[in-house]
């Protein structure tokens, strides 16, 4: 038997026993030590307003369908999570020079206490890799792609909205490719880590219009880029005020129902705004021959490796499973109470709550 943390309705989690299986050809069996909560796409789960919930996704048009389609997920939905830490405690016999018994690896395979995955689906840890770093592989490779999108140029002006995990990575990102950043979020705490990272100014847009002031900063010019990863549209509204005439937007956030706020016929038009999506589903096609996604995940943990990219100071809790719903709860309705929390499936449910880690 093993732990697996489940959405049964909007916000209802509840924490499960499920019986272990037998190993088929080709997997591994993998013990979780870590497992990172996302506060952007599973939350849209955890609140029911993810659009897999109300409409059919369909692979091979790539359109979701309307009124009348069944949706392509329903609740129960187990072990939502994407970016998790392991040890391999069991190989198929026919697993032949790949995953051993006792690796650390890193992969997709959701909260819970334990997976039966194909062998070729995790990954190890690098070597100087903190386990706790590794559980941001995914996150990271999420950061990494919106950065690619933007394409930065050395010196040039990039303002990042939303200092979340995935926000904060942008901005670590960002400032290691040579440009400035000017940072936008609601919240001090985030604010307060962005400019500990290095950006050159912090911006909170419940305090007066955000373009206005960047334009102020750069002489009435404005940003050459804006990256917008809260999935806000309001937020996307301001990034797209925010940049000069023939700058490029970069919609990064996981937006859910209709654009409200959004009004594509004041800035966007008259500056001539390019508007660029990112998703972790594919890179950007231009870079297509060069990358993908494995080299998006092992790009980010070797920075990580070379002490570049500092994701384990974002960790402000670490739980067991069995705590959950309060974790949840607390990234829903009190977002500036955490940044990043971690489940830990090694860790005793009977035992004291972790302390926060550098909160």
Known sequence: MYRVVQFTGPRQ?????????????????????????????????????????????????????????????????????????????????????????????????????????PAGTVRPVPEGVDPLAASFARVGAVALNAVLAASPHLGELVTVFGQGVIGLLVTQMALRSGVQVIAVDTLERRRDKATEFGAELVLDPMAGEVAERVREYTGGTGADVAIEISGSYLALHEAIRTVTTGGRVVAAGFYQEEGRGLRLGEEFHHNRAELVSSQIGGVPATLSGRWDQARLNETFLCLCARRVLDPVSLVTHVLPPSRAAEAYEVLDTNPAGALQIVLDFEEDQACPPSPARNS
């Open 13 to 117: 989690v509840e924490v499960a026993e499920l019986p272990s299986r037998a190993l088929g050809p080709g997997e591994v069996r993998v013990r979780t030590r870590y497992s990172g909560i996302s506060a952007g796409t599973e939350l849209t789960a955890y609140r029911g307003t993810n659009p897999y919930l109300t409409k059919t996704w369909n692979p091979a048009t790539r359109l979701f369908g309307g009124a009348g389609t069944a949706p392509s997920q329903s609740y129960p939905i187990p072990g939502g999570g994407y970016s998790e830490v392991g040890e391999i405690t069991e190989v198929a016999p026919d697993v032949d020079g790949g995953p051993a018994p006792g690796d650390l690896v890193w992969g997709i395979w959701g909260h819970r206490g334990e997976a039966t995955v």
